[in-house]
């Protein structure tokens, strides 16, 4: 099996983990993350469930999937010189958004046992919201960007036409979310982006996916009698 599919069957089964360990899980066992608040009753009853320590490991391996997906992802698109530098900053910052999702899980993780300690928590749940909502916003803004650069840079005729505007979709969101812990807003804004960033990561593993089948399928038809 080629990288690029390598990379292609690791992309939807990181995609599948953060739906399961992410989204849907925690939010059937545990409800709704609590964010960019200072309740302290909120904040605590939602670190007293024990569950999201299994959430936070199984994050922890979707963590290994995503890489391996950006990888694929790199150096398919690094073989293109036009491709090679942008490719080579989504990475840069894909590497960055592993290593703040690994710390975020950690911390989250964390923040359980310490309540179930008998410590105070707030100050710790500061660090996890502003490493969640701030710092990984910024580079979940930055590797959308800049692989999309490189796709439309390298001319991979799997892109669809829309994925561009997509991209920025995702770009400008991202960086209105990177913001909202500081000037305070709401979910309703934010969500959009989030939705948005699913759909865009969704996309980008089935273009590259399909690119590989649609370079073969070129190249047998650039070639008379094999098409």
């Not at 989204?23 to 007293?48: C, F, K, M, N, W």
């Not at 916003?137 to 960007?145: L, V």
Request: charged share 10%.
């Amino acid at each position: 099996m080629s990288s690029t599919r390598i990379g292609s069957v690791a992309g939807w089964l990181t995609l599948a983990g953060i739906l399961a360990f992410e989204v849907i899980g925690p939010s059937l066992a545990v409800g709704q993350r609590v964010t960019g608040s200072t309740d302290r009753g909120a904040i605590e009853a939602h670190y007293a469930n024990s569950a999201l320590l299994l959430f936070g490991l199984g994050q922890f391996v979707v963590i290994i999937g995503f890489l391996v997906f950006a990888t694929a992802l790199r150096e398919a698109l690094a073989r293109r010189e036009s491709a090679a530098f942008w490719a080579n900053v989504g990475f840069a910052c894909a590497l960055v958004a592993a290593a703040l999702l690994l710390v975020r899980s950690a911390i989250e993780m964390a923040l359980v046992r310490t309540l179930a300690a008998g410590s105070d928590i707030l100050p710790t749940f500061f660090v996890w919201d502003f490493t969640y909502n701030s710092a990984l916003e910024a580079m979940e803004a930055g590797y959308p960007g800049a692989f999309a650069l490189a796709i439309v840079m390298a001319g991979w005729r799997s892109m669809p036409r829309w994925y561009p505007g997509l991209t920025a979709i995702v770009f400008v969101f991202k960086l209105i979310h990177m913001t909202s812990l500081v000037v305070g807003l709401p979910l309703a804004v934010t969500l959009p982006g989030s939705i948005a960033f699913v759909v865009w990561f969704g996309v980008t593993v089935w273009i590259l996916g399909r690119q590989e089948s649609v370079v073969e399928a070129a190249a047998r038809a650039a070639v008379p009698g094999t098409a």
